[in-house]
């Protein structure tokens, strides 16, 4: 599976198009062409219909502790500010990120170790001048390094702002110095220690130095960077009317739950889903669509009896990571990750990632499509009586120098009373939280694959096809006259007006048919339907399954509901 394929065909058939392109794109933005819209709408629908409109309230589901309720809510982008303080976001909501003093980009500080590695300029010097021994350390070639340095097409075009290229005499002097020191030291100079001498213009001044991923500069010491989008609610633009595009939809949901439970006859266990927007200024936004600036997410927040919290941690954990696999992601590219207990807030009994081996990612590496964590009554706390401190031992309201809550709550009783047993207690929460754009991409990438097919004159041909489970396909069915002529064209186009009424399909008569063929397999049209002679005789089409290949003859009038049939779900 290559990366670079699936970006292209993306672009190509019109799955996703990088935001603003014709004024040169904004970085972190994308926007859903003709199929990725399709595609990306059944992703989210597969999504609630199987969290909250087909979830059988009435049984207890297997691995569930009991039956339970789900339903939805869809609540604003810009919330009270106030709700990002409790919430926790305002505080502590931030990434480091480091600035390169040449060429002013920003960096995150955690992405610089591999974004180094993939980083072109990295790449060509260590190929020029060092030679890596098998424990890590490396053999520096300083002549290399030097001629490197100067060459136009290697250091000047690739790393412009590496202390190396800028000034090659002075960089590599503290290195030649260093050694005449302690001549032991090649032996110990690791990669990141190598990097950091070429990066040093002026070691005695400035200590070392780390380069810029970008162009090699230096970079400044890491500074908290707050993720949340500013803007500002009314027409004066005080600081008071300072609002944030929100981070997440969780804390839409928290806050509406005592609307949720006082306006309905919902009773605990209850799930509550939203699906929306949620804005991040990410700082280094990156491979293709999993970290942009503008996402959705897939939230639900399911409140319960702090006793069985844990119970249903584990529901939710298996669930969630059923849902891919029914999807078809369901290979050794898929894994549940268990935080370590090190990793967990102390009021957290447990949380885990559900991850994909993206093409994009070094072998052995996974991305995160979905966290499902326990909360405990931490949110619904921190809203009612003010942020808590998450260090607190118990849970305890985070204080100000004034000695009053750092971050007011709203003073609203947020507990629930059960009414059969008349106990009153603040519900915990688990929360599962997907990425409708990383589902997305992983469906995309899961699906991509090319196999033999033969072409329209029998031939064996490289195929390249996305096999999407058809819930998820953007198009569902092809409807084809086999010639444009002898009344095939009519019958195809009721057949397609038929099946249009329920499913997104279409509907081609151009080319040969083995080329229309290929160009629903590489959009992952499940089923192609084609009229052709004997149709016209015995009212019989061919419908062609994508994957095997295989065509089979069926009634005309069946199209629809053997099209229902098939896509299920
Ligand atoms: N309410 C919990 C929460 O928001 P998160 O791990 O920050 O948790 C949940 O986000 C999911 O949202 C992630 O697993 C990922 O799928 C998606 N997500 C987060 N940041 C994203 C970004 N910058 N671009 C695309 N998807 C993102």
Same mark, same amino acid.
């Given at each position: 599976?290559?990366?670079?394929?699936?970006?292209?065909?993306?672009?190509?058939?019109?799955?996703?198009?990088?935001?603003?392109?014709?004024?040169?794109?904004?970085?972190?933005?994308?926007?859903?062409?003709?199929?990725?819209?399709?595609?990306?709408?059944?992703?989210?629908?597969?999504?609630?219909?199987?969290?909250?409109?087909?979830?059988?309230?009435?049984?207890?589901?297997?691995?569930?502790?009991?039956?339970?309720?789900?339903?939805?809510?869809?609540?604003?982008?810009?919330?009270?500010?106030?709700?990002?303080?409790?919430?926790?976001?305002?505080?502590?909501?931030?990434?480091?990120?480091?600035?390169?003093?040449?060429?002013?980009?920003?960096?995150?500080?955690?992405?610089?170790?591999?974004?180094?590695?993939?980083?072109?300029?990295?790449?060509?010097?260590?190929?020029?001048?060092?030679?890596?021994?098998?424990?890590? /350390?490396?053999?520096?070639?300083?002549?290399?390094?030097?001629?490197?340095?100067?060459?136009?097409?290697?250091?000047?075009?690739?790393?412009?702002?590496?202390?190396?290229?800028?000034?090659?005499?002075?960089?590599?002097?503290?290195?030649?110095?260093?050694?005449?020191?302690?001549?032991?030291?090649?032996?110990?100079?690791?990669?990141?220690?190598?990097?950091?001498?070429?990066?040093?213009?002026?070691?005695?001044?400035?200590?070392?130095?780390?380069?810029?991923?970008?162009?090699?500069?230096?970079?400044?010491?890491?500074?908290?960077?707050?993720?949340?989008?500013?803007? /500002?609610?009314?027409?004066?633009?005080?600081?008071?009317?300072?609002?944030?595009?929100?981070?997440?939809?969780?804390?839409?949901?928290?806050?509406?739950?005592?609307?949720?439970?006082?306006?309905?006859?919902?009773?605990?266990?209850?799930?509550?889903?939203?699906?929306?927007?949620?804005?991040?200024?990410?700082?280094?936004?990156?491979?293709?669509?999993?970290?942009?600036?503008?996402?959705?997410?897939?939230?639900?927040?399911?409140?319960?009896?702090?006793?069985?919290?844990?119970?249903?941690?584990?529901?939710?954990?298996?669930?969630?990571?059923?849902?891919?696999?029914?999807?078809?992601?369901?290979?050794?590219?898929?894994?549940?990750?268990?935080?370590?207990?090190?990793?967990?807030?102390?009021?957290?009994?447990?949380?885990?990632?559900?991850?994909?081996?993206?093409?994009?990612?070094?072998?052995?590496?996974?991305?995160?499509?979905?966290?499902?964590?326990?909360?405990?009554?931490?949110?619904?706390?921190?809203?009612?009586?003010?942020?808590?401190?998450?260090?607190?031992?118990?849970?305890?309201?985070?204080?100000?120098?004034?000695?009053?809550?750092?971050?007011?709550?709203?003073?609203?009783?947020?507990?629930?009373?059960?009414?059969?047993?008349?106990?009153?207690?603040?519900?915990?929460?688990?929360?599962?939280?997907?990425?409708?754009?990383?589902?997305?991409?992983?469906?995309?990438?899961?699906?991509?694959?090319?196999?033999?097919?033969?072409?329209?004159?029998?031939?064996?041909?490289?195929?390249?096809?996305?096999?999407?489970?058809?819930?998820?396909?953007?198009?569902?069915?092809?409807?084809?006259?086999?010639?444009?002529?002898?009344?095939?064209?009519?019958?195809?186009?009721?057949?397609?007006?038929?099946?249009?009424?329920?499913?997104?399909?279409?509907?081609?008569?151009?080319?040969?048919?083995?080329?229309?063929?290929?160009?629903?397999?590489?959009?992952?049209?499940?089923?192609?339907?084609?009229?052709?002679?004997?149709?016209?005789?015995?009212?019989?089409?061919?419908?062609?399954?994508?994957?095997?290949?295989?065509?089979?003859?069926?009634?005309?009038?069946?199209?629809?509901?053997?099209?229902?049939?098939?896509?299920?779900?």
């Amino acid at each position: 599976m290559n990366m670079e394929s699936i970006v292209s065909l993306c672009k190509r058939r019109g799955f996703l198009f990088q935001a603003s392109e014709i004024y040169g794109g904004l970085n972190g933005f994308w926007d859903y062409g003709p199929l990725g819209v399709e595609l990306k709408r059944n992703v989210k629908e597969a999504w609630w219909q199987d969290m909250v409109q087909r979830h059988d309230d009435l049984s207890q589901l297997p691995g569930s502790p009991s039956p339970f309720s789900m339903t939805g809510i869809d609540s604003t982008i810009i919330q009270h500010p106030q709700i990002w303080k409790c919430s926790g976001h305002y505080d502590l909501f931030c990434d480091h990120m480091q600035t390169c003093r040449q060429c002013k980009k920003l960096v995150r500080s955690d992405h610089i170790p591999d974004m180094l590695r993939n980083a072109d300029w990295f790449q060509s010097f260590v190929e020029s001048c060092c030679i890596k021994r098998p424990d890590g /350390t490396v053999e520096f070639l300083s002549p290399a390094a030097f001629d490197w340095a100067r060459a136009r097409k290697l250091g000047r075009r690739l790393a412009p702002g590496l202390a190396l290229v800028r000034n090659p005499e002075l960089t590599l002097s503290w290195l030649a110095e260093d050694l005449q020191n302690d001549p032991t030291l090649p032996s110990r100079l690791s990669m990141t220690e190598l990097l950091q001498y070429m990066a040093t213009l002026q070691k005695k001044q400035t200590g070392f130095q780390s380069p810029c991923p970008h162009c090699g500069g230096d970079l400044t010491d890491p500074r908290e960077f707050n993720l949340m989008f500013k803007t /500002t609610v009314g027409a004066l633009g005080d600081e008071d009317d300072t609002a944030y595009l929100r981070p997440e939809t969780a804390q839409g949901i928290f806050v509406n739950f005592k609307n949720v439970i006082d306006s309905t006859r919902y009773r605990l266990p209850l799930g509550i889903a939203q699906v929306g927007k949620s804005f991040r200024n990410e700082i280094t936004p990156r491979n293709f669509t999993f970290r942009s600036r503008e996402f959705e997410q897939m939230e639900c927040e399911f409140f319960c009896h702090p006793d069985s919290s844990a119970e249903w941690y584990r529901y939710w954990r298996d669930r969630r990571m059923q849902w891919y696999r029914d999807l078809g992601i369901a290979g050794d590219r898929l894994r549940l990750r268990e935080h370590e207990p090190e990793e967990l807030s102390h009021y957290s009994t447990g949380t885990a990632d559900i991850e994909y081996a993206f093409p994009f990612l070094a072998d052995g590496e996974f991305g995160e499509l979905e966290g499902i964590a326990h909360r405990g009554d931490f949110d619904l706390r921190s809203h009612m009586e003010g942020k808590l401190d998450e260090k607190s031992r118990p849970l305890q309201v985070q204080l100000g120098p004034d000695g009053k809550p750092k971050w007011r709550g709203s003073g609203k009783d947020l507990s629930y009373r059960d009414d059969l047993t008349n106990e009153k207690y603040i519900p915990h929460v688990i929360e599962p939280s997907a990425g409708a754009d990383r589902a997305t991409l992983a469906f995309i990438c899961e699906a991509f694959s090319e196999d033999q097919a033969p072409d329209e004159d029998g031939k064996m041909q490289t195929r390249s096809v996305l096999k999407f489970h058809p819930r998820l396909a953007p198009v569902k069915a092809a409807v084809f006259p086999l010639v444009k002529k002898d009344g095939m064209p009519e019958m195809a186009k009721e057949i397609y007006l038929a099946l249009k009424k329920e499913f997104n399909v279409f509907y081609d008569e151009k080319a040969a048919v083995g080329r229309r063929y290929r160009r629903q397999d590489e959009i992952g049209t499940p089923y192609c339907i084609t009229v052709d002679g004997q149709s016209l005789t015995d009212g019989t089409v061919t419908i062609r399954d994508r994957d095997t290949l295989e065509q089979v003859r069926i009634k005309a009038d069946d199209c629809l509901a053997t099209v229902r049939q098939k896509i299920g779900g």
